[in-house]
């Protein structure tokens, strides 16, 4: 009879001198630009759990898990570095396609857009504007490791579609619910 797995410890105190491992057991320090990266990714896979919570859309939950799925493995590519003998590149161009439809069906039910929008409205609109925000830091942070050639132009491409996704996502949100975006009013036009 084989005996059952041996339960996964949650801390190693491997990490007590400010250094994490990547996968194949490298050392590098956490406030690495590599490991900030890593880090706002997580972060955004989190707010999108966030806004899983708070969504009664069976679409847009859908979505939401797909995402945080392909977040887990953005990450999981970041933290292997080129030269290890494991590879973690699942990401591709479909997945950018997959956001791409799913902005293009999702857009069909909402109006046009004719002035900025402020995030806002229902709870789960506001947690996907907050988690597009994430998603823009992220991409940020992605940016400069691809800039020294530790991540593939793919990675970049999904996460920028992402943050237009959680956009039309937030309007989707409150279009379901029936209440308007908050409309930007510039403090210039009022005076």
Known sequence: MASAPKPIKIYTKTGDLGESGLVGGQRISKQSALLEAIGDVDELNAWI??????????????????????LFEIGAELATPQESRFVNETLSDSHVQYLEGSIDRLSEALSPLRSFILPGGTELAARLHTARAVCRRAERSVVAIANAGGARPVVLQF????????????????HVDGVEDVKWVSEASES
Request: a positive charge; one cysteine or more; charged letters at 20%.
């Open 159 to 174: 996460l920028n579609r992402l943050s237009d996704w959680l956009f039309v996502a937030a309007r989707t949100a409150n």
């Open 49 to 70: 759990g966030a806004c899983r919570t708070a969504s009664t859309i069976s679409e847009l939950n859908k979505d939401l898990q797909v995402v945080q799925n392909l």
